[in-house]
């Protein structure tokens, strides 16, 4: 909606301080969109790509050879200039994304979900990008499901549940609203973690999160009680693998705010319940 695409069913919303439903064409000359999936001629090469979008944006034939030439290099894809894009990785199509949504650079730049599917390498690629048209100044509106993208990149972060918008704020004031202590503890068998939640809620008087299968999360508003809960694991012959006290993660916030489950949780609560 605020790029355009989609008119909105009730309320209003400026961009720049153009309406985004009466304004569309002054919305249009500020903004920019990459969606999640790429939206490149696949039989075209990248520098074909990037000249005839340079082209359908106003340049002229040799400037638009130069700006696809300026392109290519910044986003280190010269070396496959001539290369169909079909025949490029996942990665690399999605720098190549990038860099057509920025032939003219925008004021705001829409990205949906610009690291889905991608190797650690390609998405910190991507971070990187990011990061510098932030630092050239262009706003960046990015939504993401991995909420350690958001904590990487974000200034600001705005949680959205089933379409409702529930917490907004600061990386650090989100994970501060949930508490400043957060324990973790990972266990040797992925069998004990059952016991070993019903003790910590007891002796730590929270509600225990469990993150995977081997592992859980909790909420510490009394420290000192640490030591004794360790010490009641260790009668019960509950061995810990690993432990930690610290600042909540973005994910245990999310989880913490909507109330949901991770399936690991939901399958222990299950073999509880029988």
């Known amino acids: 909606m605020l790029a355009t695409l989609l008119k909105p069913d009730g309320g209003s919303a400026k961009v720049f301080g153009h309406d985004i439903s009466s ?77 057509a949504s920025i032939v003219v ?78 324990l973790h503890v990972q266990f040797v068998d992925e069998n004990d973690l059952s016991r070993a939640k019903q003790i910590i809620e007891s002796k730590l008087n929270n509600v225990v999160q469990i993150t995977d299968a081997h592992s859980l999360s909790i909420q510490v508003n009394q420290p000192s009680k640490i030591p004794e809960t360790f010490s009641e694991l260790a009668n019960e012959h509950i061995q810990m693998s690993s432990f930690s006290l610290g600042q909540p993660s973005l994910d245990e916030v999310f989880l913490t705010l909507t109330g949901s489950k991770t399936p690991d949780e939901e399958k222990i609560n299950d073999e509880t319940n029988e």
């Open 23 to 99: 304004e569309t064409s002054a919305v249009r000359s500020r903004i920019s969109l990459t969606g999640q999936y790429a939206s490149l001629d696949e039989d075209l090469t990248g520098k074909e790509n990037l000249v005839m979008i340079s082209r359908l944006m106003g340049y002229s034939k040799k400037e638009a050879k130069k700006r696809a030439d300026e392109l290519l290099v910044a986003f280190r894809l010269d070396d496959a200039a001539k290369k169909q894009v079909k025949n490029y990785s996942g990665g690399m199509r999605r720098r190549m994304d990038i860099a």
């Open 105 to 182: 650079t925008p004021d705001l730049l829409f990205l949906d979900e610009p690291t889905t599917g991608l190797d650690p390498e390609s998405r910190i690629e991507v971070w990187g990008i990011v990061r510098s048209l932030v630092r050239a100044g262009t706003t960046v509106l990015l939504t993401t499901q991995y909420l350690e993208e958001a904590d990487q990149l974000a200034d600001r972060i705005a949680v959205i549940n089933q379409g409702k918008l529930i917490a907004e704020g600061t990386s650090a004031e989100l994970k501060a609203s949930i508490g400043r202590n957060t």
